[in-house]
């Protein structure tokens, strides 16, 4: 496994049989790469892949990202003829975050076709990723979704006491839309309820001073950067997910939050159309609708027996996000990768 370094991880590290190598690209920061640090693994990158390509000889390269990583794979197959499977997330997806990518696609979409086109498969993480990345580059991709592993989320589909615990995790920035966020659970101040916001990021400040021009500073608890299992933690003890994103490609938090039996609340965007059926386990609403959050959030928290329901129902949809499910989908694509690669050399 290839990545890139970040503050004191390892150069170097071997996990359960797996070799984890990170790149030095002078990334400051676990949770964001800069569009000069992506290039910078890129470049520092390729003499690695390029050497594995040639001396260890995998049968296999699976690539996530089309963009920036995407011309490693490629550059790997036409130098060694190892074949690549690419992974779509959605801001390497012309269209899948226009506020942020789409002036650079404008330049850089002639120059990712052939990465595209070079790919002996083609998978997207989300229904919404896999249609966009059709209609970008007229050719077939399978959704695959990012998995969650059922064992290892133990849900409380119960309720504790009178209040209803809410739960945000993710990066603090506009892309997640966080102060909306507080808007909406000011709405509802006359329920029940604590929020617990798990993250960190540019908007932090402007969360906090939010949180107090509301006076919910005894109700809004802001955790910032801790580690996955804390989080994990707070998913055990709340009930629902609130995810208001501008774009999304599939939340891996919001899987987990099947997992961990949670009503979900989000906005209908990208991937979360993956994550929530209405009023089975909970909501989509239009994007920056103050009133249909609201008045959604409202409904799921006003009825202790709706609400039990709903967090049922998230617990068994998430056996559409198995891990063991994709990792087995996974397994049989690179194994036909592979054969096909065998069959042609024979």
Known sequence: MLTSHVAKLPRKESRDGFEVIRVPVGRADRDRCTPA?????????????????????????????????GPLAWLAHRLTGVPYVLTAHLGDVPGGVPEQTDHLFRVVKPFTIPIWRGAAHVTAVSEFTRRLAEQAYAMPVETVFNGVDLDTCKPNLALAGPTRRLIFAGRFSSQKNVLFLIDLVARVRDLPWTLDMFGDGPLKNAVAARVREHGLGDRVRLHGWVPPERVEEGMGASDVLLLPSLSEGLSVVGIRALAFGLGILASDVGGNLDLVRAERNGFLCPLNDPDAFASRLRWMLVDDQRLLRIKSASRELAAEFDLQRIVTRYEEIFASVANTRRAAAA
């Open 37 to 69: 640090e992506m290039a910078s693994f890129v470049g520092m990158a390729s003499g690695r892949v390029l050497y594995d390509a040639v001396f260890w000889k995998p049968d296999v390269v699976h690539v996530h990202f089309a963009v920036p990583t």
